[in-house]
């Protein structure tokens, strides 16, 4: 049985559909990435999966409970991220934590979470007084310290310099480790490669593509590009019969083709056929990004949040 289990969620705010018909199913100890630009109803998904909001039309179950239904159930398997508002800036983090672990009937020892944190020389530091990675850190202990099965972390990164956001990735792993299920909604497509084991892309309020990301990346077109200069020049029309051909360009005797996988398979075999050698041949991958630009329209949301 899945940990999270959305099928056809919708919500709007004044009539306007915000999430339009959402399903999605997150399997026990995941990592699974919600990626999609600004607006697009990552944020409403999640509430409705938190309990926080109430969907106006279809079905969410964690560990096969209602969220809103059984609320108070559902927080006891399902850690969330807390708001930067949320916090006095007077609390130091040991009363965080105690606080926080308060709120549980079984909670974990908030002491080695600390620990795994990084935490234990900053116990006596008030919230205030703590770096952006140092407060993402005690969210992420605070999310935890109820000793969750689920953890939903939204725009955890968000904010970071590079060093913390590879540190607080690190963590990230390191909570699915420990047998924790991750739901990750995240705008920084680099993460979500490497991170997650499936994403669902959300755009408009709707699942645009949900696969691994290389699933994903795969299903970009024109974006793996080849490159070479052939020794004798190639027959045209086998070269514009190629499979998954995008585009081809000449630039003196040096011939780039972009196209897909398939494409790659299939010149190298031309090449062969015809008995011509490939100088400074050169593949390159498409990415996160660009299967993103396939199927929104737009370019990564990682811009969009810097600007
Ligand atoms: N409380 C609200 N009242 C009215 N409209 C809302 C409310 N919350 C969100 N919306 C709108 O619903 C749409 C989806 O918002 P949501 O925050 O779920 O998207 P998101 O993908 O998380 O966006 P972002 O990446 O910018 O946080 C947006 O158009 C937003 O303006």
Not at 45 to 54: A, D, Q
């Amino acid at each position: 049985m899945p940990v999270i289990d959305v099928t056809d969620l919708r919500k709007s705010y004044g009539g306007r559909p915000a999430v339009d018909g959402v399903s999605f199913t997150v399997e026990e100890g995941e990592i699974f990435g919600i990626l999609g630009p600004n607006g697009a109803g990552k944020t409403t998904t999640v509430e409705c999966v938190e309990g926080l909001r109430v969907p106006d039309a279809g079905r969410v179950r964690v560990a096969g409970l209602d969220p809103v239904a059984d609320h108070e159930k559902v927080t006891r398997v399902l850690g969330a991220q807390l708001q930067r508002s949320e916090l006095q800036d007077r609390l130091t983090v040991r009363e965080a934590l105690e606080l926080y672990a308060s709120f549980h009937p079984r909670p974990a020892d908030w002491r080695p979470l600390a620990e795994r944190l990084g935490l234990v020389p900053k116990l006596t530091t008030r919230f205030g007084k703590l770096s952006g990675g140092q407060k993402q850190r005690l969210f992420i202990a605070l999310a935890l310290v109820g000793d969750p099965r689920v953890v939903v972390l939204d725009e955890l990164t968000t904010g970071l310099d590079p060093r913390a956001r590879r540190d607080t990735w690190q963590l990230i792993e390191d909570i699915r480790a420990n047998g924790v299920t991750v739901l990750l909604v995240t705008h920084f497509m680099e993460e979500a490669q490497r991170l997650c084991d499936r994403i669902a892309v959300i755009d408009k309020g709707r699942v645009a593509a949900l696969d691994t990301p290389a699933g994903l990346i795969r299903r970009s077109t024109g974006a793996t590009v080849i490159s070479f200069t052939p020794s004798a020049p190639l027959d045209e029309d086998e070269v514009n019969a190629l499979p998954g051909l995008v585009s081809v360009e000449h630039r003196g005797r040096r011939v780039t083709l972009s196209g897909t996988d398939e494409t790659v398979d299939a010149v190298i075999t031309l090449l062969a056929r015809s008995h011509v050698t490939a100088h400074q041949l050169r593949v390159t991958d498409a990415t996160l990004d660009d299967a993103f630009l396939d199927l929104t329209g737009r370019s990564g949301p990682d811009e969009e949040v810097t600007a």
